[in-house]
């Protein structure tokens, strides 16, 4: 089974913080998704990268920055956390072979802003 | 820009019953893909159905099947059977074949499955 790992599942950060969300996903997936999911709104795109050291912008991405080192791994930074930023946040991965591939989701993580 | 719209907020159903959500998107594309899935409670996020444009034939899994309806852009998920481990927020996607993966979700349909 695919498994997408995300390491913080609730997390209660202060306002100006630096916080890390780590990704881990154990099937060579070359595309990695970060998604901010909000209710009401439904999930939208932050980052995604589809190769190591590459990385896209998605439709919101102003506050966030991210980083992939290796291929596994995935890892969102907000660089001074605001209480906006308080949200669900999703992790996915899939192949980039083949057009309309499935996307694995991690089980997200709970961040609080304060 | 490609768009996705669930008009239910919220619906429910006695278990055992049939139930249909909605689904509409806007895209100038011919070739695509679109998804259903399932968020129940625990949050993982789980594929229900698949289902690529240039296929008529509409998808089906189990108890979940598709009313695809390309002309209209409509892509409807029909629950058969409903059981209680159906209660979940729904959400509608959509895929360019070329976007790397991306997918754009809909606002999401919240079910709740009734004893």
């Known amino acids: 089974d695919v498994k997408v790992t995300q390491s913080s599942r609730y997390l209660v950060k202060r306002t100006g913080e630096k916080v890390f969300l780590e990704c881990v996903q154990d099937m060579d997936h070359e595309n990695m998704f970060w998604y901010r999911q909000d209710p009401g709104l439904g999930l939208r795109l932050i980052y995604f990268s589809y190769d190591v050291k590459m990385k896209e912008k998605g439709d919101i991405p102003e506050g966030y920055s991210v980083s992939r080192e290796k291929k596994e791994r995935f890892s969102l930074i907000l660089e001074s956390a605001s209480t906006n930023q308080t949200s669900m946040y999703l992790c996915?991965?899939?192949?980039?072979?083949?057009?309309?591939?499935?996307?694995?989701f991690g089980e997200g993580s709970w961040l609080t802003v304060v | 820009a490609q768009t996705v719209t669930q008009s239910q907020p919220e619906m429910s159903v006695q278990e055992a019953e049939t139930v249909t959500l909605s689904c509409t998107y806007d895209?100038?594309?011919?070739?695509?893909?679109l998804f259903w899935y399932k968020q129940p409670p625990s949050r993982q996020m789980i594929l229900v159905i698949r289902q690529e444009a240039y296929k008529q034939q509409n998808a089906t899994e189990n108890r979940f099947s598709v009313n695809f309806q390309k002309a209209a852009k409509s892509f409807s998920l029909k629950i058969s059977d409903s059981q209680l481990g159906d209660t979940a927020m729904y959400f509608c996607?959509?895929?360019?074949?070329?976007?790397?993966?991306?997918?754009?979700f809909g606002k999401g349909t919240k079910l709740s499955v009734k004893p």
């Open positions: 996915a991965s899939s192949f980039l072979r083949d057009s309309g591939n499935t996307i694995y």
């Open positions: 895209t100038s594309e011919n070739n695509y893909y």
């Open positions: 996607a959509f895929m360019k074949p070329v976007s790397q993966g991306n997918l754009i």
